[in-house]
């Protein structure tokens, strides 16, 4: 997320979003460096060397921050977190609650750190990205990526032993990040940007499809890819907590609320209430964000007040399990 860019070293505060058609497009990301655990990719996996920058309302960013925290790698790779509106200088750490200031790079807005690590970097400036100390340079910026290192490569050094892509399950899981990803994970914002009322038709109806389709698999697996959490569950959940106060409203997401889904809502609050999980979920960081940093969908930045949503309510999970 971000909606400025820089232009070879030069911060511009807004960059064009849609095609000709009005769909919102999404260039990839930059960076894709692999850290591993032997150290045969040119970085190596130890502890202190690697700092994470994220914000707490953007969803890509904190699917990486919850296989950090649940992997316990909280001591071992360093923190950073953005506050949580977008204005001209799009990503800036602030002193408000929930905000980490950049005390490796000193840094006040995230593209500065970019243009640490290339000058005369052209691109999008996103979050997360994942620092090298050692080398002063971006990992990488791919948070299905970094999500990956974290899960795979740091296994000596994190307090958890945890894995959410078992190999038994790797192809499957891949499969189902490939393909909540178009629909769902990406597909709120299609909706939310679309500036053409046939590409935002397109994505809502590939959108609700897709979740509809999900809620019937959600009734016979407990999980995405079976009965065990997986990284497919984690990009899931990040798009499903933003719904209702979010998307529902704000990108026009408004065919259902999530919580008429029996089992996506119960499956929703089941993965939030692992211990762990709910310290990633900041909501006055999603609802400012949102509401405030995008003029063109909110001009008026109010922020609503509801709605009131019970994450902690009781979940029927084992349900399924028994059926």
């Known amino acids: 997320m971000g909606l400025g860019i820089l232009k070879d070293g030069v911060w511009i505060s807004r960059r064009e979003q849609e095609d000709s058609q009005g769909k919102f497009i999404r260039p990839s990301t930059t960076y894709r460096n692999q850290i591993t655990a032997d150290g045969s990719s040119g970085f190596l996996a130890e502890p202190g060397r690697y700092h994470l920058y994220i914000s707490w309302a953007c969803p890509w960013a904190c ?13 071992v790779i360093g923190l950073s977190v953005v506050g949580a509106e977008i204005k001209e200088n799009s990503w800036e750490f602030t002193d408000e609650p929930g905000s980490i200031p950049d005390l490796i790079n000193g840094t006040e807005y995230l593209w500065q750190l970019y243009l640490k690590a290339d000058p005369n970097y052209s691109g999008r400036v996103t979050v997360p990205v994942l620092w090298d100390q050692k080398k002063g340079t971006i990992v990488n910026n791919e948070s299905r990526e970094i999500m990956r290192m974290f899960d795979t490569q740091f296994d000596d050094f ?21 393909a909540i990803y178009q629909p769902i994970n990406n597909g709120v914002y299609r909706a939310g940007f679309a500036t053409s009322q046939l590409a935002y038709d397109e994505a809502v109806t590939e959108l609700f499809s897709a979740l509809d389709a999900w809620e019937k698999i959600l009734g ?22 933003r719904f209702d106060a979010v998307y529902y409203v704000h990108f026009k997401c408004n065919l259902h609320r ?7 809502w119960n499956y929703l609050k089941e993965l939030y209430q692992l211990p762990g999980v709910k310290e990633t979920c900041n909501f006055d960081h999603i609802k400012r964000h949102y509401y405030k940093s995008h003029p063109n969908v909110n001009p008026t930045g109010i922020v609503p007040k509801g709605p009131v949503i019970d994450f902690d309510a009781p979940h029927n999970r084992d349900e399924v399990v028994k059926r």
């Open 220 to 241: 016979k697996r407990r999980y995405l890819c079976g009965d065990q959490v997986t990284e497919a569950d984690w990009c899931m959940f990040t798009t499903l907590l």
């Open 63 to 75: 699917r990486t921050a919850i296989i950090w925290r649940l992997k316990g790698l909280e001591d």
């Open 258 to 264: 999530l919580v008429e889904y029996p089992n996506l």
């Open 158 to 178: 994190a307090q958890q032993d945890i894995n959410f892509y078992p190999e038994d399950l790797q192809q499957l899981i891949d499969e189902t990040i490939d």
